[in-house]
């Protein structure tokens, strides 16, 4: 069975009438702006699996959020600006998403910029999501942002605290300028006993890929 369009231009080709025309081509014009299309299983997969982590943007949820605070071109052009704008909102009913949002956003500048001031935000915003004071406002154990937000807030520590090379990480106590104020960093270094061996280099275990073993460390 044809399409209404493709019986309308079937029919205006046998007419002589230029009005037939006009109208076949406005309806073939009309496609809906909103559709649904089936992918395949790996397309599925990276779509429930992507944020900024996996694929260097954000994730669904935190484009969603932008859209619907009409938000995504401002963030493009001016995402300090944003991200403080998503902050101030914060105490609202919507905290959680906020928060994970806000690390989200947070760590995609911070990639972009390599401004590791961001990266630590990010960590601050991953881990109040985490452990909100209102427990209620979390969704349970089954939520698929608890896994990312984790990551979040690893690789933000791990980045935010990079060495000036940027192979190791520096713990050492210190204060760091942050976007909404100082962060004290507090040391003790009776925590920096293994084994009877004072440790003194730390670097990110993500950052290196195991030869001969299976065993790989996820933190």
């Not at 998403?97 to 990639?111: I, K």
Request: net charge neutral; glycine share 10%.
């Amino acid at each position: 069975m044809q399409s209404l369009p493709q019986l309308l231009i079937l029919w205006a080709g046998r007419s002589r009438s230029p009005a037939a025309w006009m109208l076949s081509i406005l309806l073939t014009g009309c496609v809906s702006p909103i559709g649904v299309n089936r992918i395949s299983l790996q397309e599925a997969n990276r779509s429930l699996n992507s944020n900024v982590l996996t694929t260097g943007k954000v994730g669904t949820e935190a484009n969603q959020f932008l859209a619907r605070l009409n938000l995504s071109e401002r963030y493009q052009e001016d995402p300090v600006g944003t991200i403080a704008a998503i902050h101030s909102g914060l105490g609202q009913a919507d905290e959680t998403g906020r928060l994970f949002v806000l690390a989200e956003l947070s760590f995609a500048h911070a990639q972009r910029t390599r401004n590791r001031s961001y990266f630590l935000v990010a960590a601050e915003y991953s881990w109040q999501f985490l452990f909100s004071q209102n427990a209620e406002l979390h969704d349970g154990r089954y939520d698929p942002r608890v896994r990312t937000a984790m990551d979040l807030y690893n690789r933000g520590v791990t980045e935010g605290l990079a060495t000036g090379t940027g192979v190791g990480v520096d713990l050492s106590a210190r204060t760091i300028a942050l976007p909404y104020g100082p962060l004290q960093v507090t040391v003790d270094p009776s925590g920096f006993r293994f084994g009877g061996y004072q440790l003194e280099n730390f670097v990110s275990l993500a950052d290196f890929e195991v030869r001969g073993l299976r065993n790989r460390p996820f933190f």
